[in-house]
């Protein structure tokens, strides 16, 4: 294939990681723009959220976290269906793998070929894919809000479904009495957006609203830095409802003039790239954001299903030279 090196299979270079204490019993691991995950503290047992790609990655996160806590893990929790998030999860031993009930049934409909599509982009995050013991499926599923109790006077951890974003069944972890919240890929804080899967239209306008009405004073986006203090959690929503704008106006003033796919990618790259263009996994995603909006104002209403012969046709179209 002509052109930049398919997806991300030429970063190959190991991210440095990096712990933060976010407040009392409360974990996020970093990692220069890798997918981020995060731990919550209960009076006797751990909610995780996130299971990174492998359970060989996630035991590396585990080995860090057990730096600072040995309680058991009680909740697993699964932002959204995505390879990368899920596929580790055997490794935390949960006793309650929770996700929403899209995700569930995104997972049942396209997992397989999420995983094989995935891989293929992004090889260096399947540490040992062979450690990996099949498709991850949640044993607890809910379509508005759970609420898990932490005990003590440890308040809740409340689960919230904030509307259609990044996919269908995108939750949040929220903790109302520190502020806190685990937004997944729902928001990037300096960190470029994958929009492959994603309902542009509703994510930059009704469910960033609602991820914004909650108020937080520390954010953990689904990758980039963890964000401190009101100005930066704005900053970081703003962030990610400036890339959405600017891509669906691009491609939506080609796609009304009858213009091409690949005009539309042009059009969005010139836009965007002066702003996003270093920022970690731009070039990656954008080949495979233009062409899930190009459907989306084309009618299709839900994301067609990602194939590792697919995404090699798109990027050949919009990224060959």
Known sequence: MSGKPFASSADLAAKEQTLEVLGDGVYALTAAGDPNVGAIEGEDFLVCFEAMATPVAARGWLDRLREHTGKPVRYLVLSHYHAVRVLGAS??????IVAHEHTRALIAERGEAD??????RMPRLFAEPESIP??????LTFSDRLTIPLGGDRGDLELRYCGRGHTEGD???WLPRQRILFAGDLVESQAALYTGDAYHRDWSSSTLDTVAALRAEVLVGG?????RGRDAVDAAIAQTRHFLQVLQA????????????????????????PRYGGWPIFEHCLPF?????????????RPVIWTAERDKEVWAQLQGR
């Open 250 to 273: 691009q491609v939506a003033a080609v796609h009304v003039r009858h213009g091409s796919l690949k005009e539309a990618f042009d059009g969005a790259h010139a836009a965007l790239a």
């Open 223 to 227: 990758r980039g830095a963890v964000a």
């Open 134 to 139: 099949g498709l991850t499926w949640p044993t």
């Open 115 to 120: 995983w094989a599509s995935e891989f293929a």
């Open 289 to 301: 954001n233009v062409a899930r909006l190009w459907d989306e104002l084309s009618g299709v209403d």
């Open 91 to 96: 490794a935390f031993d949960a006793q309650v």
């Open 171 to 173: 939750l949040v972890a």
